[in-house]
C-alpha cells in the first residue's frame, strides 16, 4: 500500500489586508513548481492581524519555500508552511525561548555591557545563534566567564530598564493561558530574568542557567548543569510526556540554533526574527507580525 503525501497548507500573516497581487503571484510562483493552490475558507481578521490559507497538492522543498517566502515578504506578508492534518484542537503546549524571542534583548550582551565587555560578549552569542559554534554549553562559559566582578545589582538594572516582551508576547501568553496550553518558557539565559517573566506574563514553567553569585558580585561562574539546545527538547519532552502528548501537540518558538532540537518535530514551530538556519528549517517565519499571530495559526 502507498501512503499519501501528507498535506500542506501554506498561511499567509500581515498586519495589513493580504493583497491580490499577493494571491496571484503566490499562485503563479507555485505553477512553475508544479504546485496548485487552493484557497481554503477566504481571507481572515482577528482585528490586529490578516491571514488567508491554501492547501498545497505537494511539499515543497527549501528552495521552493524560500522562493514563495520571497515574494510574501515583498508584499509585507510572512509565509507559513503548515502540517494540513493538523487539528488546532490538538495543540497542547507553547514552548518558548526567551532572549531576542520572547524578550527583545540578549540579556547576557547587556549585562556584559556593564563591563564594558558587550562587544566581545555579543560576537560570541551571535555566532553560536547562528550555528557557527556548535558548542552551547562551551560558548555560554565563556561569555559568562567575562562577567567576573560585575555587580549582581546590574542584573535587577537589565530587567528594568532595557528589558521589554517582544510585540504580541502579553497577548500570545493571555491567550494560550485562557485556552489552557501548557506555557513553557525554555531558555539558554538566565533563571534571574526567566523567573520575572513566569510571573510576569504566566508562565507554567521556566527553566535556565544559574548565574554564581558572591559578595553581590558575579564569579563568572554558572550553577549547575547548563540549558543549552539538548535540555531544551528534554524540558518540552518532559511537559509533553506529563500531559499524555508529544511533540507533535506543541507550537515551538525561537531565534537561534541552539532551538533547533526543541522546534524540530512539533506541531508547529515558529522562527521569530530568526537567524537564516532556523528560519529555514522552522515551519513558519516572523518577521513583520507580532508573537501573537501564532493564534491565527491554531484557529
Keep these: 500500500m502507498i501512503n499519501a503525501m ?21 499562485k503563479d510562483c507555485a505553477l512553475k513548481f508544479g504546485l496548485v493552490l487552493h484557497t481554503v475558507g477566504g481571507q481572515i481578521s482577528n482585528g490586529a ?10 511539499q515543497l522543498d527549501i528552495s521552493q519555500r524560500e522562493s514563495l517566502r520571497s515574494i510574501a515578504a515583498g508584499l509585507n506578508s510572512d509565509l507559513c508552511f503548515l502540517n494540513g492534518d493538523l487539528n488546532p484542537a490538538d495543540i497542547k503546549v507553547l514552548a518558548m525561548d526567551m532572549d531576542s524571542t520572547l524578550i527583545n534583548i540578549e540579556c547576557i550582551d547587556e549585562i556584559a555591557d556593564f563591563t564594558g565587555k558587550k562587544a566581545a560578549v555579543a560576537q560570541i552569542t551571535e555566532a553560536t545563534m547562528r550555528g557557527e559554534i556548535k558548542d552551547f ?3 555560554l562559559r565563556r561569555r559568562v566567564a567575562l562577567l567576573e566582578g560585575v555587580s549582581a545589582d546590574a542584573l535587577e538594572a537589565v530587567y528594568r530598564e532595557r528589558l521589554q516582551p517582544n510585540l504580541g508576547a502579553t497577548e500570545l501568553l493571555a491567550s494560550a493561558n485562557e485556552r489552557g496550553l501548557y506555557t513553557l518558557l525554555v531558555s539558554g539565559g538566565f533563571t534571574f530574568f526567566t523567573e520575572k517573566l513566569r510571573q510576569q506574563l504566566g508562565f507554567k514553567q521556566a527553566q535556565a542557567n544559574t548565574l554564581e ?7 563568572g561562574k554558572v550553577l549547575g548543569q547548563i540549558v543549552d539546545g539538548i535540555a531544551k527538547a528534554a524540558y518540552l519532552d518532559e511537559a509533553c510526556r506529563s500531559l499524555g502528548c508529544t511533540k507533535a501537540n506543541a507550537i515551538t518558538i525561537g531565534d537561534g540554533a541552539n532551538d533547533l532540537m526543541m522546534m524540530n518535530g512539533s506541531g508547529i514551530s515558529i522562527a521569530y526574527k530568526a537567524k537564516p538556519i532556523v528560519k529555514e528549517k522552522a515551519d513558519a517565519a516572523f518577521d513583520r507580525v507580532g508573537l501573537d499571530a501564532a493564534l491565527l495559526l491554531i484557529t
Excluded: C, M
Design 137 to 139: 554549553q562551551e560558548s
Design 213 to 219: 553569585i558572591s559578595d553581590g558580585k558575579l564569579t
Design 6 to 26: 501528507p498535506k500542506l497548507n501554506l498561511v499567509a500573516l500581515s498586519r495589513e489586508p493580504i493583497s491580490e497581487k499577493l494571491v496571484f503571484e503566490l
Design 49 to 58: 492581524y490578516y491571514s488567508e490559507r491554501w492547501e498545497s497538492s505537494h
